[in-house]
């Protein structure tokens, strides 16, 4: 927008009355809206004299991505323009007496200066003075208020602090002699009750030793009885156990008769095996014998 109204005033006449040619717009990445103008200029007369514009020349190069320069060349340079040249005043004859005069002057200005600057500072020191003299009594009257308002806080503080611990060492006073009661009623009711509690186990091993007597008794007059039969039942369990294993005894005897036999049945068929192949080889062996002898005795004839 700025790049356009820029534009736009360099291309622009004085008299807002024509336009130089336009040049194409530069392109850049972000172009902001340019708004419309929907005001309607006043028209200035028109002269019937006419108007000599000087011709112009404008340069547009770009700097840098989105900025443009402008260079706007009203006319082509005239060579060997004569410079005009500023008149020599001439000088003045100016007498010892006036300039003695404008020294005294400039010397009475110098002080006069020099008195004023100092009449300033002086009234600026009192300033800082009288400031500083202010923001003294105030720091100072500002600490005495804070310093007694510190003092009467902390005697209060103190005061409230020694009817606290007086407060606590009575209540932990009452609470002491509360639990010195408590445990004087603890310590007597223990003894109470250990006392019942001796008691009590006194009766019960009364009572136990009674107890044990009599079942004493009773074990022995049921021994006798169930001893024998104990004894009874144990012999004949034993007779039995005796006659099982025997007869266990017995079956394994049988059974390993049993293998036996058939093992001595097996070696016996093995060995006539043997025999019947050692029979076998013998023949062949003799006949081989009297076919060796016959093709002996036929080579010999022959």
């Known amino acids: 927008m700025l790049i356009g109204l820029v534009r736009d005033s360099v291309m622009q006449c004085f008299c807002h009355t024509c336009r130089a040619p336009g040049i194409l717009p530069a392109v850049s990445r972000r172009s902001a809206p340019i708004k419309k103008n929907n005001k309607v200029r006043s028209k200035q007369p028109r002269l019937n004299k006419k108007v000599k514009f000087i011709t112009t020349e404008i340069r547009c190069q770009e700097k840098s991505r989105g900025g443009l320069s402008y260079e706007v060349i009203l006319a082509e340079p005239a060579p060997n323009v004569a410079v005009p040249k500023r008149p020599v005043t001439p000088g003045k004859n100016v007498s010892v007496e006036e300039i003695e005069q404008k020294l005294k002057a400039a010397e009475e200005r110098r002080i006069s200066l020099e008195a004023k600057k100092m009449a300033d500072i002086s009234t600026k020191?009192?300033?800082?003075?009288?400031?500083?003299?202010?923001?003294?009594?105030?720091?100072?009257?500002?600490?005495?208020?804070?310093?007694?308002?510190?003092?009467?806080?902390?005697?209060q503080h103190v005061e409230k602090r020694e009817a606290i611990i007086s407060d606590m060492k009575?209540?932990?006073?009452?609470?002491?002699?509360?639990?010195?009661?408590?445990?004087?009623?603890?310590?007597?009711?223990?003894?109470?009750?250990?006392?019942?509690?001796?008691?009590?186990?006194?009766?019960a091993q009364t009572l136990r030793d009674e107890n044990i007597k009599k079942m004493l008794n009773r074990l022995k007059e049921h021994?006798?009885?169930?001893?024998?039969?104990?004894?009874?039942?144990?012999?004949?369990?034993e007779t039995q156990k005796l006659e099982e294993k025997a007869r266990i005894y017995e079956n394994k005897l049988f059974a390993a008769e049993q293998n036996r036999e058939k093992e001595i049945q097996k070696k016996i068929e093995k060995v006539q095996k043997l025999e019947r192949r050692a029979e076998l080889v013998r023949q062949n062996k003799a006949q081989t014998q009297d076919m060796d002898g016959q093709q002996n005795a036929i080579a010999s004839s022959g």
Request: glycine share 0%; hydrophobic share 30%; charged share 40%.
């Open 125 to 155: 020191l009192a300033k800082v003075d009288e400031a500083t003299r202010k923001k003294d009594e105030i720091t100072n009257e500002f600490i005495t208020q804070t310093k007694e308002q510190l003092e009467s806080k902390m005697e």
């Open 170 to 203: 009575e209540k932990l006073k009452i609470h002491a002699q509360e639990i010195e009661k408590t445990r004087e009623t603890l310590e007597q009711q223990k003894a109470n009750e250990q006392k019942a509690i001796e008691e009590k186990l006194k009766i």
């Open 223 to 237: 021994n006798t009885v169930k001893i024998a039969e104990i004894k009874s039942h144990q012999d004949q369990l």
